[in-house]
């Protein structure tokens, strides 16, 4: 019981991270996406915003389940402390894109790791949370590549954004690989090779890190 408490702690934990990652990054894809590139951009930003602040609703109120609170649920006015230090960082198109391609894509490792292991119950609230996901995904990649093949300074700075973002993605992701309760209390497979799997990803985007 005392195993599946502490796994049951280390998930809330991730779950507030990923929820404040995604409650940061709507309120960035608002602030900073309105100045997007292209009319285009800037629209799909603010869309994106929704689904993001939607997604961390969701793992702030299923944090909350987790910890046993009852009744209604509080409005959500501010993250818990966890979210990564680039996402308070971003201030501009190039540092909006990075963060999302690092924050997106080690938060779907994640994820998915939590449905192989197939807990029932937790397994349940996340299918959808992935799939939506997928599309902010999609899209960032997109973005990614143009950004790569755009002039000499913008791509000078945008990787550096992405090296940055990329190595404290890989550094929370070998946190919980560490963490031996979640296996324990079944919430991962033992052995998950997450940052593995990130770096797998990265090279199949042709991203240099």
């Known amino acids: 019981m005392a195993e599946q408490d502490k796994g049951l702690q280390a998930l809330t934990s991730i779950l507030e991270t990923i929820a404040d990652n995604k409650y940061l990054l709507g309120d960035r894809l608002v602030e900073v996406g309105i100045s997007g590139p292209r009319l285009e951009s800037t629209l799909s930003a603010v869309a994106m915003a929704q689904g993001e602040l939607g997604h961390a609703r969701l793992l702030y109120n299923w944090s909350l389940d987790l910890k046993g609170f009852k009744g209604s649920k509080p409005e959500i006015e501010k993250q818990t402390g966890k979210a990564f230090p680039f996402v308070e960082r971003v201030n501009d198109w190039l540092s909006l894109i ?32 992935v799939r939506e ?39 929370w992701l070998k946190s919980i690989e560490g963490k031996k309760e979640l296996a324990d209390g079944n919430y991962i497979l033992p052995n998950a090779q997450l940052a593995e799997e990130f770096d797998r990803r990265v090279q199949k985007m042709a991203v240099p890190n």
């Open 133 to 171: 996901q997928k599309e902010h995904i999609v899209y960032t990649e997109g973005w990614v590549q143009q950004l790569l093949e755009d002039s000499a300074p913008i791509q000078e700075k945008f990787q550096g954004y992405l090296d940055s973002f990329i190595l404290e993605a890989v550094s």
């Open 98 to 129: 990075a963060a999302l391609y690092a924050v997106n894509l080690s938060v779907d490792i994640v994820l998915r790791a939590i449905l192989e292991a197939d807990e029932k119950e937790v397994a349940s609230r996340i299918h959808k949370l």
